[in-house]
């Protein structure tokens, strides 16, 4: 049995899916499925069970588990609760790296790049305490998986005993199937995918950096496909511990972004360029970039989509059918 927390959210659905798929049909998921249409995440997967996050660990009491895959979270890079983001984000995650330690169990966790803050000490994802310590997140989000990060790093530096296998995975910009009901927090891509069916023009950011042409910001966009193998793989390679950046290795811009988009359906671009609000243009990454060097030194060589070819797969596959869900 494999439990899933924030199964049926973005990323969790889809690995759940790619758990069934590999032939474990006894996965639990732990997730809130409110009034967002989130069950249609789950409605095509074979799951035992929905746990609220709130009776999780009542839950746990006395069971043996094959793997805790968390990516729970409240991951809004806009949140503003503090006390709030921190229980969810921080220490129910201390509670299950507790509980998978006591209880020899493999934990693989979402980490994510928001932690690198502005980018300016780079995106390598070194391990060591000293450098997870010098990271500054620019948001809350960041700061609470930046904490969880340290918070494992400490106990490896202390030697301390730890989950048999322990994996923390710093997502990049992941977008795919079954983020529709993230609203403001969906990717451009999907956001913006009707408007581009139905001929609108669509508006991207003008560049307020000298030498940084309009709609050139950059980061590195990542398929979910790209990321469900990188789990698959931690879950058949138990003994591969360690946090690991999950994305592509190259940056691309919002336009070539939207540009994919535009080809997958045949379709003429129609872009223009709208000034960035001023109260975000003093903290606006301009650029991200996953160093993956990490990744491959763990035995990782399922390699990367290229950004036309997953754009072209979500598209057709997904977005432009009338059953979008996987």
């Not at 798929?21 to 732990?30: K, L, R």
């Not at 540009?259 to 109260?279: F, Q, R, S, W």
């Amino acid at each position: 049995m494999f439990l899933v927390t924030g199964g049926a959210g973005f990323i969790g659905s889809n690995i759940v899916a790619a758990l069934n798929e590999a032939g474990h049909a006894d996965v639990v998921v732990s997730d809130f499925l409110g009034d967002e249409g989130k069950w249609r995440n789950l409605a095509k997967r074979q799951i035992s069970d929905v746990v609220p996050p709130g009776e999780l660990m009542a839950w746990l009491r006395g069971r043996r588990l094959s793997g805790v895959i968390h990516m729970g979270a409240i991951s809004a890079t806009t949140a503003t609760d503090g006390d709030l983001v921190f229980e969810t984000n921080y220490r129910l995650s201390m509670r299950l790296l507790d509980w998978c330690t006591v209880n020899p169990t493999p934990f693989i966790y979402a980490s994510s790049a928001a932690t690198y803050g502005d980018g300016t000490q780079g995106f390598r994802d070194d391990n060591s305490l000293e450098a997870l310590k010098a990271l500054r997140p620019m948001n809350l989000y960041g700061w609470s998986k930046y904490l969880f990060d340290v918070a494992v790093a400490t106990r490896v530096a202390k030697n301390e005993t730890l989950p048999p296998q322990w994996a923390g995975l710093k997502f990049f910009n992941v977008f795919g199937p079954n983020e529709y009901h993230k609203g403001s927090m969906m990717s451009v891509l999907t956001r913006r995918f009707d408007d581009i069916k139905h001929g609108k023009t669509i508006q991207l950011f003008k560049s307020h950096r000298e030498g940084i042409a309009d709609g050139d910001q950059r980061r590195d966009f990542i398929y979910v496909d790209d990321v469900l193998r990188v789990v698959m793989w931690l879950v058949d390679n138990p003994r591969v511990s360690g946090i690991f950046n999950v994305g592509t290795g190259k940056a691309r811009s919002f336009r070539d972004l939207i540009v994919a988009v535009y080809a997958a359906l045949g379709a003429k671009e129609k872009i223009a360029y709208i000034d960035m609000p001023e109260e975000i243009r003093g903290s606006y990454q301009y650029f991200t970039e996953a160093d993956g060097e990490h990744l491959r030194r763990a035995g990782y060589n399922g390699g990367f989509t290229p950004l036309e070819d997953s754009v072209a797969s979500y598209v057709k596959n997904f977005l432009d059918r009338p059953d979008r869900y996987r």
